[in-house]
């Protein structure tokens, strides 16, 4: 049986929050995946059938629901600390915090970020006694703030920032940034119902811990069980590319957006236009037409054996450099994370790692609070997990052609981590469309030999020891 590591430390709010797992108080019924914390269950046959389940696994749930909000809900205070000599990147934007205007600047671009986490007391996931994701559900939750932070640049101005960041507290970093002079001459702060942004606020209940929500756990859960997943079990960051592009593809709320999921760690940028270019789609095609879809791009990609192969650092830099990167979803082992920015040798992420109550996103005007992280976090990149996917966002067509451009140049190995081709992925003996397959491969090819194999494995196949 794993172990979760005491040392390990994680942040929840504006806090960190130290693992209270000891050896000695796992509990039997508990089982580390790669991803997160999930009971197992065994087979009954007539349960099966009926797809209801029996009273020992509502006891389950029980008692895994309530170790975790507790495994989960513990605070230590914490401050992360940052130096004013480097510049810390933040999806394509650098800041250096060597003045007050530079360090707000950081605070707002950080904060802005839509943080999503555990939640406990939603309403039962269908065929499950769940009603938290705690334990579990955090790359899930990492795939709900890439995909965010994908309809935040498709549907904002690209430089916005969240007008409300001053209700939170001070962000929990060490810095030199003296206090704000509306805090400190004690200026009320509006409050979130009087001053909330209505495209903003509307995204966020996309996300909510309701069934209908399109992008909301209920709907990924019931989405992932055409790929053999459940609530309860944990999921790679391949699993979730793919699951996101199925919720994306089914709703109607965003329009004039589609996702890719690469294969192979390739691009084929034939399948991005066909998806992407609405002349295609007249019969007979108008080229005269020029409507394009903005396009989500998700690389599933395996950066080594069992750690990250570290030939890999600077080009993981330069595409969290690229201002048309919208994140990486991965983490660390049995511990999911989105990686937002990096300053030096240390990754900059968001943490799901922390239960919060859930919140009713169709009540008007609900607190938007919860959402935002007023605390980043760093870990160093050699604890960086290599399964991870990297996502990409391109508003038209010439910004697809630039992103092709960017990433390429980012990756100079002579084993690149991904890479754009022409063509189709059927070009190139392979089983279809990447963006309709429910299984990439995720692993590293030799450039002249991507797609060509028809033997591809799961990243999410691999165990992480």
């Known amino acids: 049986m794993n172990t979760v590591s005491p040392s390990a430390a994680q942040y929840v709010g504006g806090v960190m929050q130290e693992e209270l797992v000891e050896n000695r108080r796992q509990q039997p019924l508990e089982r580390q995946g790669s991803f997160g914390l999930r009971s197992p269950q065994t087979p009954d046959p007539s349960r099966?059938?009926?797809?209801?389940?029996?009273?020992?696994?509502?006891?389950?749930?029980?008692?895994?629901?309530?170790?975790?909000n507790v495994k989960y809900g513990w605070t230590v205070k914490s401050k992360t600390s940052f130096n004013k000599i480097s510049p810390v990147t933040v999806l394509g934007h650098s800041y250096l915090l060597n003045s007050e205007d530079e360090v707000e600047r950081f605070r707002l671009a950080f904060v802005s970020r839509i943080w999503l986490t555990y939640r406990r007391e939603f309403p039962q996931l269908e065929g499950s006694t769940w009603t938290t994701d705690c334990g579990w559900g955090c790359m899930l939750r990492s795939g709900q703030m890439l995909l965010a932070q994908g309809l935040l640049v498709h549907l904002m101005p690209r430089d916005w920032a969240w007008p409300d960041v001053q209700q939170l507290t001070d962000v929990d970093f060490e810095v030199f940034r003296p206090r704000s002079p509306a805090r400190a001459?004690?200026?009320?702060?509006?409050?979130?119902?009087?001053?909330?942004?209505?495209?903003?606020?509307?995204?966020?209940?996309?996300?909510?811990?309701?069934?209908?929500?399109?992008?909301?756990?209920?709907?990924?859960?019931?989405?992932?069980?055409?790929?053999?997943?459940?609530?309860?079990?944990?999921?790679?960051?391949?699993?979730?590319?793919?699951?996101l592009r199925k919720a994306v593809a089914k709703t109607s709320v965003v329009h004039n957006l589609v996702?890719?999921?690469?294969?192979?760690?390739?691009?084929?940028?034939?399948?991005?236009?066909?998806?992407?270019?609405?002349?295609?789609?007249?019969?007979?095609?108008?080229?005269?037409?020029?409507?394009?879809?903005?396009?989500?791009?998700?690389?599933?990609?395996?950066l080594g054996g069992e750690a990250l192969n570290p030939s890999y650092i600077e080009c993981v830099k330069n595409i969290l450099k690229l201002d048309c990167c919208i994140g990486i979803i991965g983490g660390k082992p049995k511990h999911s994370l989105y990686f937002i920015g990096f300053q030096d040798e240390q990754l900059l992420y968001l943490d799901p790692h922390y239960c919060q109550p859930v919140v009713d996103v169709s009540q008007v005007n609900f607190s938007l609070e919860s959402f935002h992280c007023s605390s980043p976090k760093k870990m160093p990149f050699s604890?960086?997990?290599?399964?991870?996917?990297?996502?990409?966002?391109?508003?038209?067509?010439?910004d697809f052609e630039s992103l092709c451009s960017a990433a390429l140049s980012s990756s100079k190995e002579k084993y690149p981590i991904f890479t754009f081709v022409e063509g189709q992925s059927q070009d190139y003996g392979l089983e279809g469309h990447s963006s309709n397959n429910s299984g990439p491969a995720a692993h590293i090819l030799p450039p002249g030999k991507l797609g060509r194999s028809n033997n591809r494995r799961n990243s999410d196949e691999f165990v992480f020891l």
Request: hydrophobic content about 35%; some cysteine; glycine content about 6%.
């Open 48 to 68: 099966e059938a009926t797809g209801e389940p029996d009273e020992m696994d509502k006891l389950k749930a029980k008692l895994m629901s309530a170790w975790n």
């Open 185 to 243: 001459g004690g200026v009320p702060i509006p409050s979130f119902a009087t001053q909330v942004e209505p495209v903003h606020h509307r995204l966020v209940t996309w996300f909510g811990d309701q069934p209908p929500a399109p992008f909301g756990i209920h709907q990924l859960v019931e989405i992932s069980k055409s790929s053999g997943k459940k609530a309860g079990d944990w999921y790679g960051p391949s699993i979730v590319a793919h699951i």
């Open 259 to 302: 996702v890719y999921v690469a294969q192979d760690c390739t691009v084929y940028k034939e399948d991005v236009v066909r998806l992407c270019d609405l002349s295609l789609s007249q019969t007979p095609p108008d080229p005269s037409n020029q409507a394009w879809k903005s396009v989500i791009i998700l690389v599933p990609v395996r």
């Open 383 to 398: 604890r960086m997990d290599p399964s991870c996917t990297i996502g990409f966002y391109a508003k038209n067509k010439k």
